[in-house]
């Protein structure tokens, strides 16, 4: 039996209802879209405002970066609401 599966397993482990099942792959997508966001703000924004890579950010690199992720935070949002409101 898979570890999706509902019902008795012999193993002594508790199975997980439906509920319990769609809030934990929740979570995990929750977590893996966090994820790939902050990736994907981390390489464009990186490669937008870091000319010189070096021990400390210039207060342009820093201004920029501050400016490139709150960009991508209001997109997200914007495409988020778009998405959500369409249903």
Known sequence: MD???????????????????????KVQLAQAYAQEFLETVRGKCFEKCITKPGSSLSGSESSCISRCVDRYIEATGIVGRALFTSR
Request: proline share 4%.
């Open 3 to 25: 570890s999706f599966s509902t019902g008795s397993s012999g193993t002594g482990s508790p199975q997980l209802s439906t509920d319990e099942f769609m809030d934990q792959m």
